[in-house]
């Protein structure tokens, strides 16, 4: 027997137990949670959320995102804002506030000096192979550069110093890279460095490059020690020949002229004893 004939059973609307009660009214069930809603948000007594209530949930939305716009920008650094995707302006140091889901904002430390090192095998001019270590400190110098330019700025960093590093050590002797010249070595890698970052568009600043110390590769280390001991000995050999002769030269000079003198003596005696 079906539940909505005459005698049936329970109804699946809880009306009733067999005695032919209606359906519940869908109108009026949806107006009680209109009302009952209407009162959690403020609304009035009718039915459905009032347009205060809409209002209020409206400003709740609006001191939310009011809020999440606040930001605070380091001493060290400087913000970057992109506006809709395109950039808009860069902030300093202090409490800031953008449009958040309008602007995007993007911090950079600009005056932490940041420090990249890196070891490879070169080839001098004179067709020698030296291992060097160097360290690169450097700083940004541009943050919209530094952002927006290059997709990796750091990383043409390390590309641009291995360039720079081979073609100056390229260009020079081993005994220039190892020992007499690796100063003007670090001095030659910065200034190359620079100008292919400066032509590359980093907004990177390198502050300065520091070449720790070149050596051969360990293979041929023992042979290389051989050829700078020998070249020790020969400075030496010559700073002692050189020192014996700054004393034995003006020895010799001050005898020479006594020599002289005494020869110029005998002459004039011979010469007035002649005449007398």
């Not at 109804?11 to 009302?35: R, V, Y």
């Not at 020998?230 to 030269?249: K, L």
């Amino acid at each position: 027997m079906a539940w909505n004939e005459p005698g049936g059973g329970k109804d699946p609307w809880g009306n009733g137990s067999g005695k032919g009660g209606n359906p519940p009214d869908l109108d009026a069930a949806l107006k009680d949670i209109g009302e009952k809603f209407g009162k959690i948000f403020g609304g009035g007594g009718g039915g459905g959320i009032g347009g205060t209530a809409i209002v209020g949930i409206l400003v709740i939305i609006s001191v939310i995102w009011g809020l999440l716009g606040f930001y605070q920008v380091d001493a060290k650094e400087k913000a970057l804002v992109l506006r809709l995707g395109k950039f808009h302006e860069i902030v300093g140091d202090g409490l800031h506030w953008n449009p958040p889901l309008i602007d995007l904002i993007t911090r950079v430390r600009v005056t932490e000096e940041r420090q990249y090192e890196t070891r490879g095998q070169m080839l001098t001019q004179d067709e020698n192979i030296v291992e060097l270590p160097l360290t690169v400190h450097y700083n940004i110098k541009s943050v919209k550069d530094f952002v927006l330019n290059v997709k990796a700025p750091e990383y043409s960093l390390r590309h641009a110093t291995d360039s720079a590093l081979r073609h100056v050590v390229g260009s020079s002797g081993l005994d220039e890279v190892v020992s007499t010249g690796r100063e003007q070595l670090s001095i030659d890698v910065k200034e190359r460095l620079q100008t292919y970052l400066d032509s590359y568009g980093t907004g990177i600043k390198v502050v300065k490059v520091n070449i720790l110390e070149a050596k051969p590769p360990s293979a041929v280390k023992a042979a290389y020690d051989d050829v700078i001991k020998a070249r020790e000995d020969r400075e030496r050999v010559i700073n002692e020949a050189q020192a014996y002769a700054n004393g034995i030269v003006p020895e010799a000079r001050g005898r020479a002229k006594r020599v002289i003198e005494e020869a110029k003596g005998y002459q004039a005696r011979v010469v007035a004893d002649a005449e007398g």
